[in-house]
């Protein structure tokens, strides 16, 4: 089944752009759109999309407090913020209403689309510009020299590196010269070596390591 895409924009403009991109999609399908923060809440409450792509700044009621709302009426449904704003507090504001995910407006395509299908998964997308925001937040790394951590190669540590300043999956797989599902092959894998969850914490580990 597709997955279920409610955007929610107060400009027309931008609510067509992201259509016409969703809708290109083959797994995602466009079920409604909204101009403001309460219009969101009604529509998903009869939609029930999977995943509401969400403005922050918006008249009548704003994208926060709309997450808020969604999260207590439609627990099942995933908020995705796509903002302008790359403003660290309002990165943490969205994450503590319970957003899935932060992606900035000058993202490519291709980042807007991997944030929609990692929200759908269940998994957090913070958009590389701002994960370096989080990493207060991660949870200590293992410490250098562990024993019993296994090793890493001399192509995760590369794909760890890159990671780590920024690039997409994309973007790493091109550098390296791998394949994209390469490149995710590679990020489980140091998550699993580690003893790690999230992309955050890998860059926590990076810069702990002096992989930067």
Same mark, same amino acid.
Do not use: C, W
């Given at each position: ?18 259509? &016409? *991109? ?14 403001? =923060? ?5 529509? &998903? ?24 709302? $969604? ?19 309002? $990165? ?5 209403? @319970?957003?899935? =995910?932060?992606?900035?407006?000058? &993202? ?45 190669? !001399? !192509? ?6 890159? $990671? ?12 390296? @010269? ?6 995710? @092959? ?9 003893? *790690? ?14 992989? *930067?």
């Amino acid at each position: 089944m597709p997955i279920r895409i409610l955007i929610v924009d107060d400009h027309l403009v931008i609510r067509k752009g992201l259509r &016409a *991109l969703l809708g290109a999609d083959p797994e995602i399908e466009v079920v409604g759109e909204a101009g403001d =923060g309460r219009e969101a809440v009604r529509q &998903a409450e009869r939609l029930l999309p999977d995943v509401v792509l969400l403005d922050i700044s918006m008249p009548e009621e704003g994208g926060l407090e709309a997450a808020r709302k $969604l999260r207590e009426k439609l627990p099942k449904t995933a908020v995705l913020f796509l903002t302008m704003h790359e403003d660290e507090s309002l $990165l943490h504001e969205a994450i503590s209403a @319970g957003a899935s =995910g932060y992606v900035v407006k000058r &993202a490519d395509d291709g980042e807007i689309l991997a944030a929609v299908h990692a929200a759908h998964r269940g998994d957090l997308y913070v958009h590389p510009a701002m994960t370096r925001a989080l990493l207060h937040r991660a949870r200590p790394s293992p410490p250098a020299g562990d024993p019993s951590a296994e090793p890493l190669t !001399r !192509r995760e540590i590369e794909v760890l590196r890159l $990671l780590a300043k920024g690039n997409t999956n994309r973007q790493i797989a091109e550098t390296a @010269g791998i394949s994209i599902r390469t490149v995710e @092959g590679h990020r489980a894998n140091l998550l699993g070596k580690l003893g *790690l969850t999230s992309r955050v914490e890998l860059v926590s580990y990076a810069e702990e390591q002096g992989l *930067l």
